[in-house]
C-alpha cells in the first residue's frame, strides 16, 4: 500500500513560487521586450557588449519610470526547438536573479552562443550579472559624456 504525504506537509500549488519570485524578483510582462519593433530599435540604434559565450545589445532609454527591459533572441542555428526553448529558459532564469543589477532603464538584447549549452547555471548566471554591470558602467560614462558636451 502506497503513503500519500499528508495534505498539511504540502504548500498549496503556486505558494512556493510566489515566495521565490518575491526574494529574486520576478520576470513579468513589463520587464520584458515583447514587440518586434522594440527589439529592432535595440538592434538599430544601440551598442553591443560581447561576452565568452552570448552578445548583449543595449539601448539606453530616456522614459522616466520605465525600468529595464529585456529580450532573449535564440536563432536556429543553435539547434532544434528543444535545444532552443531549454536555452531560453535557462537565460530567463538567469536574467531573472540578475535584474536588480541593471539600475538605469536600458532596453537589453541577449542573443546567446552555442556555448551557453555547455555552462553550468552558476557561470551563465554569474555572466549574466557580469554583463549587466558592465552595461551600468558604460551607460554612467556616456551619460556623463553627454552631460559634459551639453556643459560645455
Avoid at 512556493?16 to 520576478?26: C, N, P, S, T, W
Avoid at 519610470?65 to 536555452?87: H, K, M
Avoid at 531560453?88 to 542573443?111: Q, Y
Wanted: proline share 4%; aromatic share 6%.
Amino acid at each position: 500500500m502506497s503513503k500519500r504525504p499528508e495534505q498539511g506537509l504540502r504548500a498549496p500549488f503556486g505558494e512556493g513560487a510566489i515566495a521565490r519570485h518575491q526574494v529574486h524578483g520576478r520576470f513579468s510582462r513589463q520587464r520584458r521586450l515583447l514587440k518586434h519593433a522594440d527589439f529592432d530599435s535595440v538592434y538599430r540604434n544601440g551598442r553591443r557588449h560581447f561576452t565568452a559565450h552570448m552578445t548583449v545589445f543595449y539601448l539606453a532609454t530616456k522614459e522616466p519610470g520605465v525600468g529595464p527591459r529585456v529580450g532573449l533572441t535564440v536563432g536556429r542555428a543553435l539547434g532544434t526547438a528543444v535545444v532552443r526553448n531549454r536555452i531560453k529558459r535557462r537565460l530567463r532564469e538567469a536574467v531573472r536573479f540578475s535584474l536588480e543589477k541593471l539600475a538605469t532603464p536600458v532596453d537589453v538584447v541577449i542573443n546567446p552562443k552555442k556555448s551557453v549549452l555547455m555552462l553550468d547555471f552558476s557561470q551563465l548566471r554569474a555572466e549574466v550579472e557580469a554583463a549587466f554591470r558592465t552595461l551600468n558602467d558604460k551607460i554612467a560614462r556616456s551619460q556623463s559624456r553627454a552631460d559634459r558636451q551639453a556643459d560645455a
